[in-house]
């Protein structure tokens, strides 16, 4: 399991986006957090050196689950603590009754405050128990003290083979000591602030009535439906015809399109087309298009478009039908990914409703019901808190407060589907998406920095240096923004400000090999040898096998006369790119210098 920073300096920004990015990508995928790590038990060996022994395997904990958290508690009153651990992964919850047969005594303690100097479970409190000839016992009460858990209240003092015990001593965390005398080994006792009493608890061991039992999972459902709180758009498609012409995918203003895909090869397919069929008038009327596209022949298997052909024929689609493309698919999939935790391959049927304004509202997994569909056509109206709560598979009502909450997960999958936008090449739809998070979430550095990528696509240098600024003025240290503004001043010519602005970025991350080789060229340009010779050893340190780097490192070197050096660099970027005719020409009028020639 990856520990958390201890401070926040620890690690460099770059270090920290690049592990939440990483986390939030395996959450997403469905990945485990530490599954077939098997659970680890140690042992206190009481030894003056503090070692424990490992006896993971002796316990029977040693379980290959992805445990998440433990608790400790005497459930069966018997003197000795057992142990409950919930799992991420089935099954859900354990249970370790503690039976090792041993002759060792216990004490359990419980405490209670008084006001108004003590709260009343004394949390804070802690408590010392005297042994004659021992080292006292000492435990302090705690609240919240573990991760995802909490044991009990009950303090439990083993006791090994003491026969007796001299005194408990409190000390409140209200302030002042106080002292409890006449307790006895094996026993549970109710110690109250201020009663100087130690008043026992009648209790008798119990039979634990649980016993291991087979986990009755519910039918696995062959469809789902799926309202989307965060609505992502859908990008201008194409598809093909079954006659080969390309089409895209058609939008009208107050229309709703449903886009099917299926199979010729699947049952549930041919089912579902013929309840659109049979429904396609009333959708109609709703404001419902259908398009259904057939996925065969979009990867090697027995069906192909001819099959598909055939049944849309057959079963004479009175909708938009033909076949889906590989880049139609690939964006429904990156959709749904961002969306839905688990990065599923999506089955078919599976079938998109896209609303008026090209925003996908509702993902339906196996054969649909139509009329859910048309139910579903005023899904996407209404605030977000309003999706949320018709998307909740069960009745209930909202409170305002987890809002915060709710909104940054719509920041977050809009923003990622943001920039896989922006990354795939649909400039407008991006830049769209971006002033969209930028209105909602003023205060955050990402989208600005996007957008000014975006500016600069469409050539708008003076909109994408203000996008920059603005990035950089909410988030300083923003290596990104830094690298990107960087590079437009340096197209600018403001060569002194770029500088300033590639250092910032490397000093976020300084293995930012594009922004040391950009800082680099910018310090020759200046003919500032040294700096630019100490920049490009530390980009050779993140890009060891560059030709480029080589080359540059050993003109800056011959320029302060070390001819050797240079050469050295020469050759070996001659080595990473046979032939370069700049390191052979550097390479010969540098060993002429050496030897004396001109």
């Not at 022994?53 to 998440?68: E, K």
């Not at 009755?216 to 194409?238: C, D, F, G, K, V």
């Not at 009329?371 to 808190?385: I, P």
Request: a neutral charge.
């Amino acid at each position: 399991m990856s520990q958390s920073l201890n401070e926040v300096g620890e690690a460099k920004t770059s270090e920290l986006e690049s592990a939440n990015a990483t986390f939030g990508s395996m959450m997403r995928r469905g990945r485990s957090y530490s599954g077939r790590e098997r659970n680890c038990v140690f042992l206190n060996t009481a030894k003056p050196d503090g070692s424990f022994a490992n006896i993971s395997a002796a316990s029977g904990i040693d379980f290959p689950d992805d445990g998440r958290a433990l608790v400790t508690t005497d459930w069966d009153h018997d003197g000795d603590l057992d142990v409950w651990i919930s799992n991420r992964n089935a099954p859900r919850l354990r249970f370790f009754r503690n039976d090792v047969p041993i002759d060792n005594h216990h004490l359990t303690i419980r405490l209670q405050g008084t006001a108004p100097t003590t709260n009343r479970d004394a949390i804070g409190a802690r408590v010392k128990v005297i042994i004659a000839g021992s080292q006292p016992l000492i435990k302090t009460l705690r609240a919240g003290e573990s991760f995802l858990s909490q044991s009990s209240k009950a303090l439990h003092f083993g006791l090994g083979r003491a026969e007796a015990i001299d005194s408990v001593i409190v000390q409140w965390p209200g302030g002042g000591t106080e002292t409890f005398t006449g307790i006895t080994i094996d026993q549970r006792y109710h110690l109250v602030q201020g009663s100087g009493e130690a008043r026992p608890i009648e209790t008798k061991k119990r039979e634990v009535a649980i016993s291991p039992a087979p986990v009755n999972l519910p039918s696995p459902e062959s469809t789902s439906r799926i309202p989307l709180a965060t609505l992502l758009p859908m990008a201008p498609m194409n598809y093909q015809t079954f006659d080969g012409d390309t089409q895209p995918i058609p939008t009208s203003e107050g229309k709703s399109y449903l886009l099917s895909l299926w199979g010729s090869w699947c049952p549930a397919c041919e089912e579902e087309l013929k309840d659109l069929t049979a429904k396609n008038s009333e959708l109609r009327e709703a404001g419902i298009e259908i398009i259904a596209l057939a996925v065969d022949g979009l990867e090697e298997g027995s069906s192909s478009a001819p099959d598909a052909e055939k049944m849309a024929k057959r079963l004479k689609l009175p909708f938009a039908n033909g076949r889906a493309t590989i880049q139609l698919v690939s964006y429904l999939q990156s959709m749904h990914d961002y969306q839905i935790t688990g990065a599923e391959t999506l089955p078919v049927p599976v079938s998109f409703l896209i609303d008026s304004d090209r925003k996908v509202s509702v993902i339906y997994k196996g054969r649909l019901n139509p009329d859910e569909v048309k139910a579903d056509v005023n899904h996407s109206k209404g605030t977000r808190l309003e999706r949320f709560a018709r998307s909740a598979p069960l009745p209930g009502r909202t409170l305002p407060i987890p809002t915060v909450s709710r909104e940054r997960n719509q920041y977050e999958a809009q923003y990622r589907f943001a920039t896989f936008l922006q990354q795939q090449g649909y400039t407008a739809l991006a830049r769209s998406e971006n002033l969209s998070l930028v209105e909602a979430f003023p205060k955050n550095a990402g989208p600005h920095n996007n957008l000014g990528i975006s500016y600069i696509r469409s050539k708008r240098f003076d909109l994408a240096e203000t996008s920059f600024r603005e990035a950089l003025r909410i988030k300083p240290d923003y290596g990104k923004a830094n690298a990107n503004l960087g590079t437009l001043l340096a197209q600018k010519g403001k060569i002194t400000e770029a500088i300033s602005h590639f250092q910032q970025a490397i000093s976020s991350n300084p293995q930012d090999k594009k922004s040391l080789s950009n800082l680099s060229k910018l310090l020759l340009k200046q003919e500032r040898w040294v700096e630019a010779q100490a920049t490009f050893e530390k980009a050779l340190l993140a890009d060891p096998n560059s030709p480029d780097i080589h080359l540059q490192l050993g003109f800056v070197l011959a320029k302060q006369g070390q001819l050797s050096q240079a050469a050295t660099y020469f050759e070996k970027a001659l080595k990473l790119r046979p032939g370069d005719p700049d390191a052979q020409r550097n390479l010969t009028i540098i060993q002429g210098l050496i030897n004396g020639g001109q």
